[in-house]
T-cell receptor
Framework: EPEVTQTPSHQVTQMGQEVILRCVPI?????FYWYRQILGQKVEFLVS????????KSEIFDDQFSVERPDGSNFTLKIRSTKLEDSAMYFC????????????FGSGTRLTVV | GESVGLHLPTLSVQEGDNSIINCAYS??????FIWYKQESGKGPQFIID?????DKRQGQRVTVLLNKTVKHLSLQIAATQPGDSAVYFC????????????FGSGTRLSIRP
């Protein structure tokens, strides 16, 4: 079964440093997303991406965040200057359709900011 | 506003019994609902979904019930097994804003042997 692949599985970074979280969506999917989950809390929407541009973003997704699809396979989330409160699991998801069915999540990257 | 919430944060069930996990939503415009299972260290995994034009949908050992009158969603798991131990999230997706899924707070299901 096709999977969404995320790397690394765990990243530790110093506060103020830049991090890039990487995702390889399912190959025929057109819609891409980032979500995050602070430990013990619910999964929160960050951003959606379609046709090489952001479709929608939440208020969490401020100027410190950016997304990019640098080639035909990768989808990245960059945090320019990490804060302690950015520590969370970050999940990438992709979808073949605009609607919610068919969403597939990756296993996540655990980001720890120290 | 948009809100999907769960009645109980934890649920303990005897192995072999049926589990029922409940969820309330507040936005009457929501027209698509999904249940996800999340095991430790993994991403949300799709279990079952239901459109707002239905009130019941069945899968393998799982049933989702939708009561639009009281904005209530439930997930029933038949003959609960140890492998069902996980956190279960209800979520909603609206066609008017179909690019994102809004998750509820989650219910942790634990299985007693």
């Amino acid at each position: 079964e096709p999977e969404v692949t995320q790397t690394p599985s765990h990243q530790v970074t110093q506060m103020g440093q830049e991090v890039i979280l990487r995702c390889v969506p399912i190959s025929n999917h057109l819609y891409f997303y980032w979500y995050r989950q602070i430990l013990g809390q619910k999964v929160e929407f960050l951003v959606s991406f379609y046709n090489n541009e952001i479709s929608e973003k939440s208020e969490i997704f401020d100027d410190q965040f950016s997304v990019e699809r640098p080639d035909g396979s990768n989808f990245t989330l960059k945090i320019r200057s990490t804060k302690l409160e950015d520590s969370a699991m970050y999940f990438c998801a992709s979808n073949e359709y605009r609607e919610g069915y068919g969403y597939t999540f990756g296993s996540g990257t655990r980001l720890t900011v120290v | 506003g948009e809100s999907v919430g769960l009645h109980l944060p934890t649920l303990s069930v005897q192995e072999g019994d049926n589990s029922i996990i409940n969820c309330a939503y507040s936005n009457s415009a929501s027209d698509y609902f999904i249940w996800y299972k999340q095991e430790s260290g993994k991403g949300p995994q799709f279990i079952i979904d239901i459109r707002s034009n239905m009130d019941k949908r069945q899968g393998q050992r799982v049933t989702v019930l939708l009561n639009k009158t009281v904005k209530h969603l439930s997930l029933q798991i038949a003959a609960t097994q140890p492998g069902d131990s996980a956190v279960y999230f209800c979520a909603e997706n609206m066609y008017s804003s179909a690019s994102k899924i809004i998750f509820g707070s989650g219910t942790r299901l634990s299985i007693r042997p």
